[in-house]
């Protein structure tokens, strides 16, 4: 399964354009890129999903590399209550039937 | 509506007691999870169901038993309890575990404390 490698911390200013990068080297062409995120205390949050194209939902955006060996996730105007822990995860489908690996992700702490 | 639920949300015993958390969930999928998080936060699957039949169990000590009445819930029975149980578990579930586009849907998380 496709590793991934995230920054452990970044801090983002309140209202400017936060920008979490992640390399996935090893991503097979059919795997997606996922990022979710956890907020102090509850369960992990979906935010978006790609292949190779970029994405954009109400969330945030994802633009993944054309070789697609690395993303970046960008919450276009950060607040408060983005501070989170955020993971960048290859979805294997297939017979890896949903096994998802969380690695350590990245703090990202929103500050005024 | 809460999408996936757990109860309870916390859960405090004893050393050698049995325990069990339930999880529900109302989107219809057809796979649900079990994660675990421990003290060092990284979370790692235990075990997940497609229309209740198991297919994924990890190394996980068999005091641990899944169960599965119908495909909207997912219960985790555990015996025995260890201190080294202590965590907080969160059941998740997906439509096509199978699909490299499937999406996991996480509940609130159970916070187990064993004394």
């Known amino acids: 399964d496709a590793k991934t490698t995230q920054p452990t911390s970044m801090d983002c200013a309140e209202g400017r354009a936060a920008n979490l990068p992640c390399n996935h080297s090893?991503?097979?062409?059919?795997?997606?890129v996922y990022w979710y995120r956890q907020i102090h205390s509850q369960g992990p949050q979906y935010i978006i999903h790609g292949l190779k194209n970029n994405e954009t939902n109400e969330m945030a955006s994802l633009i993944i590399t054309e070789d697609r060996k690395s993303s970046t996730l960008i919450l276009p105007h950060a607040t408060l209550r983005d501070t989170a822990v955020y993971y960048c995860?290859?979805?294997?489908?297939?017979?890896?039937?949903?096994?998802?690996?969380f690695g350590q992700g990245t703090i990202l702490t929103v500050h005024p | 509506d809460t999408a996936v639920s757990q109860t309870p949300k916390y859960l405090v015993t004893q050393m050698g007691n049995d325990k069990s958390i339930k999880c529900e969930q109302n989107?219809?999928?057809?796979?649900m999870y079990w994660y675990k998080q421990d003290s060092k936060k990284f979370l790692k699957i235990m075990f997940s169901?497609?229309?209740?039949?198991?297919?994924i169990n990890e190394t996980v000590p068999n005091r641990f038993s899944p169960k599965s009445p119908d495909k909207a819930h997912l219960n985790l029975h555990i015996n025995s309890l260890e201190l080294g149980d202590s965590a907080v578990y969160f059941c998740?579930?997906?439509?096509?575990?199978?699909?490299?586009?499937?999406?996991?849907?996480f509940g609130p998380g159970t916070r187990l404390t064993v004394l």
């Open positions: 989107l219809g999928h057809d796979t």
């Open positions: 169901y497609n229309n209740k039949e198991l297919i």
């Open positions: 995860i290859v979805n294997p489908g297939g017979t890896s039937y949903g096994k998802l690996t």
């Open positions: 090893t991503i097979s062409g059919n795997e997606y």
């Open positions: 998740a579930s997906s439509q096509d575990s199978g699909a490299s586009t499937d999406t996991q849907y």
